[in-house]
């Protein structure tokens, strides 16, 4: 799932569906990592920009979820 994610998805898709995947699991106990990482993707950006990113899609998945 992390290749379809990194080679189909833009970085601000990628951080919300990673923070997703952290709320859901993290409800039974499991981690997930911080962010996507596929050993066969060539897609790479900076530290900042992905901390950035997903900043933005947790902001945005809270809004949707307390519409």
């Known amino acids: ?6 080679e189909s998805c833009d970085l ?3 951080s919300a569906a990673v923070f997703y995947a952290q709320q ?3 409800t039974v106990g499991v981690s997930v990592p911080s962010q996507v990482a596929c050993s066969s993707a060539s897609a790479s950006a900076t530290s900042s920009t992905e901390a ?3 900043d933005d899609s947790r902001r945005a ?3 949707k979820v307390e519409l």
Do not use: E, G, N, R
Request: glycine share 0%; aromatic share 6%.
């Open 1 to 6: 799932m992390a290749c379809c994610l990194a």
């Open 12 to 14: 601000a898709d990628q």
């Open 24 to 26: 859901i699991c993290s």
């Open 52 to 54: 950035s990113v997903l």
């Open 61 to 63: 998945f809270t809004q």
